[in-house]
DNA sequence: AAGGACTCCAACCGCTGATTT
DNA sequence: GAAATCAGCGGTTGGAGTCCT
């Protein structure tokens, strides 16, 4: 019956991660790719369970994730995301490819909660609503409170979206029509980076006691960039469609060689993928004026999305 | 300078739906 | 179809770092 059990309490490693675990599972996935937790410990010898792992690998070493920093467009978008979405991290995490769904909770509730609640008891912002005004109101009120979230939400995305669009958007679309050559490197490149960047900071560590580990992310690695591989950012940002990532050649042993797994590339597709539909949205006119449903609109779309 | 308060974030916990046997 | 586990998600916590008095 079932399966076999994943990973016995006993013996599992708790706590912080140090580099060498890090660099073990990334290895390990460079070669096989994300998927199959169960497996991860036992096939790299980690005295962590999988979940430990597959965590360590989508919330810190997975490629493109940016740190530091939130922009005043991601936090914008954050905020309307919120109060479109509610705590669905995940998905709100889908719109913006380089964020963690960890790292936007975290901001969310060290940054923006703060934010909010400081502009709630003062003026009523745009950013009020829908936060914490859900709760008793009757269903009609809630519709229209929806309906003006949409609405906000929209205008916030265009914003963001309008600013960020000659990266983002166009890039990928470009990239569609033209081959983009950087992309299989870059994304490779970006592991690498990671890799370096744990180095880098077990270095430090070493040197420097006290120091945190290797999570000082806003230092760029040199290996990476010494080489003019573009930025996890850019790799992000300019992969291919999965047609083309996916299509025969991307089966062959040269295309693969120096690519991501295909579940990863998969993977990192998906989280940008929303993004062109949240375009189509925004662009198409006849939403925004009522004469469709809103709410209608945004929950087919929603369900379209995830 | 000391130490208490506060902030931040990586990692854990527990739940749920999906998947496998 | 039932049971057991997996994978993913959101909430919470622990501890290191920083700020304040």
Known sequence: MGR??????????KGPWTPE???????????????NWRAVPAKTGLLRCSKS???RWTNYLRPGIKRGNFTDQEEKLIIHLQALLGNRWAAIASYLPERTDNDI???????????????????DGLTTS?????????????????????????QALCEALSLEKPNCLSSSKASSSGSNSSTRLSTY??????ISRL??????????????????GSTQTDSACSQGTPSATNCILSLEPPELLFGPDSSTPEASETSLQGEERK??????????????????ESVGQGQLSLLDMALDDASGLF
């Not at 073990?24 to 994300?34: K, R, T, W």
């Open 4 to 13: 076999l059990p994943c990973c016995d309490k006993v013996g599992v490693k």
């Open 21 to 35: 675990e890090d660099i073990i599972l990334v290895s390990y996935i460079q070669e096989h790719g994300p998927g």
């Open 53 to 55: 792992c597959r965590l």
């Open 105 to 123: 909770k975290n901001y969310w509730n060290t940054h923006l909660k703060k934010k909010l609640k400081k502009l709630e008891t003062g003026a």
């Open 130 to 154: 829908g936060v914490s005004s859900h709760q008793s109101i009757s269903k009609g009120q809630w519709e229209r409170r929806l309906q003006t979230d949409i609405n906000t939400a929209k």
């Open 189 to 194: 490149a970006s592991s690498t980076e990671n």
């Open 199 to 216: 180095l880098e900071g077990w270095m430090r560590k070493s040197t420097r006691p006290g120091a945190c580990q290797a999570n000082s």
């Open 267 to 284: 993977l990192v597709w998906e989280a940008q993928e929303p993004l062109s539909l949240i375009e189509s949205w925004l662009l198409d």
